[in-house]
Nanobody, 119 residues
Framework: QMQLVESGGGLVQAGGSLRLSCTAS????????MAWFRQAPGKEREFVAR????????VYSDSVKGRFTISRDNAKNTVYLQMNSLEPEDTAVYYC????????????WGPGTQVTVSS
């Protein structure tokens, strides 16, 4: 079964930047749509960004549009989330997710990485 592991989370001041990475323990992630979700304290999990298997199309939530960038390097089996102009409201556990090769719902999830933005 496909496994995902996030890294790159940590503490950062408001206005700062972080880059999250998600590495898949599979031969190739090239056939999977990949995405980032997050869950803030006391709130429901929310969608952050999505990228198609080829990397040619991306979608962002309104709350991060213009500040975050999702990208992927299929040769490294890795997807990234570059987060700039971070705000305290971005504080959350960030999760990497992937669809099956058939698409549809996100079937595979990483354990998450904590991002904390101080004011």
């Amino acid at each position: 079964q496909m496994q995902l592991v996030e890294s790159g989370g940590g503490l950062v001041q408001a206005g700062g930047s972080l880059r999250l990475s998600c590495t898949a323990s599979v031969r190739s992630v090239s056939g999977h749509t990949m995405a980032w979700f997050r869950q803030a304290p006391g709130k429901e999990r929310e969608f952050v960004a999505r990228i198609t298997s080829s990397g040619g199309s991306t979608v962002y939530s309104d709350s991060v549009k213009g500040r975050f960038t999702i990208s992927r390097d299929n040769a490294k089996n890795t997807v990234y989330l570059q987060m700039n102009s971070l705000e305290p409201e971005d504080t959350a556990v960030y999760y990497c997710a992937a669809t099956s090769l058939l698409g549809g719902d996100y079937r595979y999830w990483g354990p998450g990485t904590q991002v904390t933005v101080s004011s």
